[in-house]
């Protein structure tokens, strides 16, 4: 991992980390992250700073590769009847918490009719896309989603200076994402996103190391993000 430099308009008074950047090795790495500079692209176009309805579309396509990659690993295992080493908890539970991710935003800012039909279509063709690619090279398709994350953290840290700002107004958190992480009664939306990127940069570096651990590289869990502890205390033992 390399620390990229701040974003503009980003804020490190404002609960801002640097940006934590893998830098791309070989043909495979390339090709995932012009992937995402092209989504990130079509979105920052779609959706300029409407953050809340951004979080809602996307969030919808975020809970897609860990349940791919939960279902091609449980059904391989079965097949070569081996261990998971805890891989399938743990892409079960990243799609599970994208979903919350999704239903605390959907309670703060309906989708539009449009956001619902681009919702529809772009989730028929994530999915079918990254299974392929999931089949194809495991490697690429958890680096594709490590740079998905390291976007969507970027997205939230902007998200957060439009709150500070006071462009974004700072509503109440809604009660399931209270009861979620566990938040406080007085709970705002600022207290949501910072949660919410916790546990994105937490997905950011738990793909890419299954990506290097792909290619031979050994685990090196000690450098990353830590998961909320309320995710922790909800993770079942692998």
């Known amino acids: ?25 070989g043909f495979s790495d390339r090709f995932a992250l012009g992937v995402t500079r092209l989504l990130r692209f079509g979105a920052d176009t779609f959706f300029a700073k409407r953050y809340g309805h951004r ?11 860990g349940m791919v990659g939960a279902t091609v690993t449980h059904l ?5 009847m081996v261990d998971d080493d805890g891989w399938i908890r743990t892409l079960m539970e990243e799609a599970e918490n994208e979903r919350m991710h999704l ?61 500070d700002a006071g462009r974004s107004p700072n509503v109440a958190a809604p009660e399931i994402a209270k009861q979620y992480w566990e938040l406080a009664a007085d709970a705002t939306l600022r207290d949501v996103v910072l949660v ?23 685990p090196d869990s000690a450098h990353e993000a830590p998961y909320s502890q309320h995710v922790e205390r909800r993770r079942p033992n692998a």
């Open 76 to 80: 391989q295992c079965l097949r070569r």
């Open 55 to 65: 979080a809602i579309v996307l969030e919808t396509v975020a809970a897609v590769p």
């Open 196 to 218: 919410v990127r916790a546990d994105e940069a937490h997905h950011r570096d738990v793909n890419h190391g299954l990506a290097s651990q792909l290619d031979g590289q050994p």
């Open 103 to 163: 239903m605390t935003f959907v309670a703060m800012a309906r989708p539009t009719a449009f956001e619902r039909l681009v919702i529809l279509l772009a989730q028929w063709i994530f999915y079918v896309g990254f299974f392929l690619l999931y089949l194809v090279s495991k490697r690429t398709a958890h680096r594709l989603v490590g740079y998905f994350e390291e976007e969507a953290v970027l997205s939230y840290t902007l998200y957060l200076a439009e709150i």
């Open 1 to 25: 991992m390399t620390i990229a430099p701040t974003a503009p308009g980003t804020d490190q008074a404002h609960d801002a980390a640097p940006p934590v950047h893998h830098a791309p090795r």
